[in-house]
């Protein structure tokens, strides 16, 4: 059974850095596409960056593209999202997600929640002004 266990977050003052480490369990983490998505207070749960496997593109979300950068590392079997000029409205509990993906097989929303199968138990990020 795939486990993910996130670590990283707090609180951190707008313009700061902080860093998310999702770590995997439980199958071949070269497989999987690994995501972040967040939910603020009130909001609907909202895709933020997926790296894709086998050497597959990244994508991100418009309101953190050029500020969070995703990374994963196959032999540590770890997903980090390095977020950069934090702004109070990226203050939200943020889950590391993973979908097992077929080399040469279908597309799929990598934005939409449905796409994924494993969840994280979630980390608190929270931006003060």
């Known amino acids: 059974q795939v486990r993910l266990v996130e670590s990283g977050g707090g609180l951190v003052q707008a313009g700061g850095s902080l860093r998310l480490s999702c770590m995997f369990s439980g199958d071949t983490f070269a497989d999987y596409a690994m995501a972040w998505f967040r939910q603020s207070s009130g909001k609907d749960r909202e895709f933020v960056v997926v790296?894709?496997?086998?050497?597959?593109?990244?994508y991100y979300a418009d309101s953190v593209k050029g500020r969070f950068i995703i990374s994963r590392e196959n032999a540590k079997r770890t997903a980090t999202l390095e977020m950069n000029s934090l702004k109070p409205e990226d203050t939200a509990v943020y889950y590391c997600?993973?979908?097992?993906?077929?080399?040469?097989?279908?597309?799929?929303?990598?934005?939409?929640?449905?796409?994924?199968?494993?969840w994280g138990q979630g980390a608190q990020v929270t931006v003060s002004s």
């Open positions: 997600v993973a979908r097992r993906e077929v080399l040469f097989g279908g597309s799929y929303d990598y934005t939409s929640q449905t796409s994924y199968k494993y």
């Open positions: 790296a894709r496997p086998f050497g597959g593109d990244t």
